[in-house]
């Protein structure tokens, strides 16, 4: 099939924006390349203090003819996403001894969860740990002993930050090793009423304990289609999972047996194995792209608008929002998952999965087809389910058909014909929405602004009866310069609530929503933020403020906007406190949410 023509432009705008960076970043990788594998250009001393503990792994490493796997790990048993990586060291150094290999942790990263710091001080350092991870990760391989990698990490900002720290070693293989998500509890539906319930305080909070405690009930990732999973399919259509890997279970034979297949398999693509295939030649600009065609067929999180942009950057790669939104504008949702949907990710496998709309996508001309891959060449490897049967793993060939087409359907007869996710631009800034939870009815909202400077202020406004008609909320100060840039995710109940009740509601914020986003409209990520003298910091109780989901506008309609002083809020609560003092570099540094919102320069 001939590559789409939208794909295919916006390809080649992405290849000639990049070119300057990209070519620079493969000359570094080139570089490190060919001086070989790293551990030889050690001293005696340098070797000695890396191999001092290895045991019996120790004349193996000493001898340098052997491949030696690096491990960064995100493991904690706070989380029960991580929690499962606990065995895994020990699994992979068995698996790559089986192939003469040696393997050896070579660090640990941080993992936080959004989900227990929504709401909480804690949130602010939440995408900040993106960087963090990325730089904990980076001086884990820096000892430089190692051949390829393997990566343990599974949510939100755990998988970006590893990805950018994987380019930075880009002459390395390396391959992404999940955990799977939790079986199916109460359903994300249900939980969701609780919620509400318990907002409109209609029921106590025994109950909203036990409705939560029902549904993230035991190790793996939450089952709803937020940002961790977002990031397990961004690693399959971007070639750096095994293939059917992402949504397979904890604790399962097959699980076991792609972790150890996954850490022999990145020794083989080291430069002493059988065929060298570098991060750097995986993660190039067909990727990317795959990566966020994937992204809307699949009505992903909105998060990943800032995390694949910094991801691209880390490997020299340029882009831009309007890149996502004119491959959104062609590409078919496929799924209903929920937010978007009732089913959850464990519904979406059985009904055929990632392999099915790999399959369907490349079939209809949406994804580059010619990439390589931490599998092999092509992207048709992902086509491919995996089997576990008699002690041996193999892949079979994936469904060809939806096995449930209320959760799954194929790209000629898809849910809605564009993407999950819409560029919004207009008087007030540039902001993302995601469309694909929102009802078509629900998506434009012209109404009178209440202006707010904190989720708390929004939640006593509502607390006190005072939203009593159509309102666009506008939460300002929210940025990563402003506060680190939180997910405003506790405010859906409320605001579910109020849609509940009839009115025309909306949601505007230089903050974040996060993957969880609901059926409110919410025009997130505003650029330029408040504190950087965007619109956003002008606007007024009762100014008439149109969102627009369809046209992918966002205006204020109101005369001598420009001509107002900014507005300004008292920040210093959220200068301490938390770690908060420790991050002042990073709310000095960080760029704007359009280019990443990283303290990283191109």
């Not at 590559?3 to 990209?22: D, K, M, Q």
């Not at 609901?518 to 025009?523: L, S």
């Amino acid at each position: 099939m001939t590559l789409n023509s939208t794909i295919h432009r916006v390809t080649e705008r992405i290849i000639a924006r990049s070119e300057g960076p990209r070519g620079k970043y493969l000359e570094h990788m080139a570089a490190a390349r060919a001086k070989g594998p790293a551990r030889g250009h050690l001293s005696c001393s340098g070797q000695a203090h890396a191999y001092a503990a290895s045991g019996d792994d120790k004349d193996r490493l000493s001898d340098g003819s052997s491949g030696n796997l690096g491990i960064v790990t995100a493991y904690n048993d706070m989380l029960s996403a991580h929690q499962p990586f606990a065995p895994y060291p020990d699994v992979i150094k068995a698996a790559v001894r089986e192939i003469g290999g040696t393997a050896q942790v070579a660090g640990g990263v941080p993992a936080m969860c959004d989900g227990v710091t929504q709401g909480e001080a804690g949130m602010e350092l939440s995408l900040f740990s993106r960087d963090v991870i990325a730089l904990a990760a980076s001086v884990a391989l820096s000892h430089n002993t190692f051949d390829a990698a393997v990566f343990l990490g599974v949510c939100d900002k755990i998988v970006p930050g590893l990805v950018i720290a994987a380019q930075a070693f880009g002459h390395l293989p390396a391959v992404f090793l999940p955990a799977g998500p939790m079986t199916s509890g109460l359903s994300n539906d249900e939980k969701a009423k609780v919620r509400q319930q318990f907002a409109a305080g209609e029921v106590g909070r025994d109950a909203l304990m036990a409705a939560e405690m029902a549904a993230y009930h035991g190790p793996g990732t939450c089952t709803f289609y937020g940002t961790a999973n977002t990031n397990q399919m961004l690693m399959e259509f971007m070639g750096m999972h095994l293939p059917g890997s992402s949504f397979v279970s904890p604790n399962t034979p097959l699980r076991e047996a792609l972790t150890r297949y996954g850490a022999q398999r990145a020794l083989s693509l080291s430069a002493l194995g059988e065929v060298y295939t570098p991060t750097c030649d995986i993660l190039d600009e067909r990727a990317f792209v795959n990566g966020i065609v994937g992204l809307n067929a699949t009505g992903g999180s909105t998060n990943l608008l800032i995390h694949l942009v910094a991801m691209a950057r880390a490997g020299g790669i340029i882009l831009d929002w309007e890149d996502f939104s004119e491959i959104s504008d062609v590409t078919p949702l496929m799924a209903r998952v929920y937010p978007n949907g009732l089913a959850d990710v464990n519904h979406f496998h059985a009904a055929g999965g990632l392999g099915y709309m790999i399959g369907d996508l490349l079939k209809e001309g949406f994804l580059h087809p010619d990439v390589k891959t931490v599998a092999g060449e092509g992207l048709e490897h992902y086509t491919k389910d995996p089997v576990y049967a008699d002690g041996a793993l193999s892949w079979r060939d994936g469904p060809v058909a939806s096995l449930n087409d209320r959760i799954l359907r194929p790209s000629a007869d898809p849910f809605q014909p564009t993407g999950g996710l819409k560029r919004m631009s207009g008087s007030l800034g540039t902001a993302v929405m995601k469309v694909s939870a929102v009802a078509p009815e629900n998506r434009i909202v012209e109404a009178p602004a209440r202006v707010f400077a904190d989720q708390e202020s929004v939640k006593a406004a509502f607390k006190a009866g005072e939203f009593t008609g159509d309102t666009v909320v506008i939460v300002r100060f929210q940025g990563p310069k402003a506060n680190g840039m939180p997910e405003l995710h506790s405010l859906t109940p409320l605001l579910s609530i109020l849609q509940g009740k009839g009115y025309k509601v909306a949601l505007v914020t230089d903050g974040r929503m996060s993957g969880a986003s609901g059926k409110v409209p919410a025009a997130i990520h505003v650029s330029p933020e408040a504190v950087d003298g965007g619109p956003i910091a002008r606007v007024q109780d009762g100014d008439i403020v149109r969102v627009d989901g369809e046209a992918g506008t966002l205006d204020i309609l109101a005369e001598g906007v420009d001509a107002r002083a900014d507005a300004t809020a008292d920040l210093s609560s959220a200068q301490w406190g938390t770690g908060r003092e420790l991050f002042s570099m990073f709310r000095n540094t960080v760029g704007a949410a359009t280019d990443g919102a990283s303290i990283f320069g191109e």
